[in-house]
């Protein structure tokens, strides 16, 4: 399989411009990217010719950029492990992780991660892919994750992330019923004092906004929808707990049941990004796993009023 290359034809306004400012203002590479492409053969050509950084372009030029490297850097071991692959092209995949795998390789988890199965899937399908993590989802967290094959898209993606360029929402079930019922967790969250693993509320920690809205419930459990505004570690699990409805089957922030389910009852179910290099729009759904499926069968919907265009109930 070719190269992953990002091909520009420089338009009139780029006349006599350095090939450092093009790459950098008008195809947005990073300073770390740009140091890393320069130094390969066909990294940077200009009308098939390998150029340096400051050779000056002409309008209809072709300038090319190789964005996959050919030598992967993440150091993951390829390990067969069952993945679902939602869409996958040369610049991302889009996975729905299943509960109980964590997202990226590390301390006690070297070989039985999103990562590892992707890098064994690559090295048949797409060589020169590497696994570059642009978010992370809980190992006990079913749904919908995305990893870029390359820095170029990785940067691209985290760039959008919390914007409307690349949103998500979660469905989770949770003890009790919230009060009200659609409402936003405005409070900050840093690591708690006695753990390096959880974290808390707490007035020096970094803001953190999650919105939330009741679906359906049977007094002592609820479905919700909720959307993140930030991105810290374990937020909605702090946030629901925080209001003093932790999620159901939480071990750090409520109760461990595996009565109830074997795990935190939390699922990735909409992801929508803009793509990092088409620049096309993605949305992709994946319905409540078998499990959380279960836990809500006898729930009753709640008909909340619509929201306006504000966020305000009519």
Same mark, same amino acid.
Request: proline share 8%.
């Given at each position: 399989? /070719? ?9 009139? #306004? ?19 990217? $740009? ?44 390990? /067969? $492990? ?25 301390? !006690? ?73 659609? !409402? ?21 920690? #970094?803001?953190?906004? +999650? ?15 909720? +959307? %993140?505004? +930030?991105?810290?570690?374990? #937020? ?49 759904? #994946? ?19 619509? %929201? ?7």
């Amino acid at each position: 399989m /070719e190269a992953r290359r990002l091909d520009y034809l420089v338009p009139p #306004q780029w006349e006599g411009q350095p090939v450092h400012n093009l790459l950098r203002r008008e195809l947005r590479l990073s300073g770390t990217l $740009l140091r890393r492409i320069k130094w390969l053969e066909d990294g940077i050509l200009l009308d098939g010719v390998r150029v340096h950084t400051r050779v000056t372009v002409h309008a209809g030029q072709l300038l090319s950029v190789r964005l996959s490297d050919p030598a992967l850097k993440s150091g993951i071991p390829p390990v /067969e $492990l069952p993945l679902d692959i939602v869409y996958e092209d040369r610049d991302i995949a889009v996975v729905n992780k299943q509960a109980g795998m964590p997202s990226h390789p590390g301390p !006690g988890h070297w070989e039985d991660t999103l990562g590892n199965a992707l890098l064994f899937h690559w090295q048949r399908t797409d060589p020169e892919a590497d696994f570059h993590p642009v978010h992370r989802l809980d190992k006990g967290t079913s749904g919908l994750i995305v990893a870029a094959k390359h820095p170029y898209a990785q940067e691209n993606l985290r760039l959008a992330l919390h914007n409307q360029a690349f949103s998500r929402s979660y469905l989770a079930i949770c003890e009790g019923l919230p009060s009200p019922l659609r !409402g936003s967790i405005d409070a900050p969250i840093g690591r708690s004092q006695d753990s390096i693993l959880t974290r808390q509320v707490r007035p020096d920690g #970094q803001s953190a906004l +999650t919105h939330y809205e009741a679906l359906s419930t049977n007094g002592r459990h609820t479905l919700l929808r909720l +959307t %993140l505004a +930030t991105g810290r570690t374990h #937020q909605i699990r702090v946030h629901m707990a925080y209001i003093g409805c932790p999620l159901a089957g939480d071990f750090l922030y409520g109760r461990e049941d595996p009565g109830l389910i074997r795990r935190t009852a939390l699922h990735s179910a909409r992801l929508s990004l803009t793509h990092p290099v088409t620049g096309a729009l993605l949305s992709f759904s #994946q319905p409540l796993p078998e499990d959380m499926q279960r836990l809500c069968q006898d729930f009753s919907p709640l008909d909340l009023p619509p %929201l306006d265009f504000s966020g305000k109930r009519d």
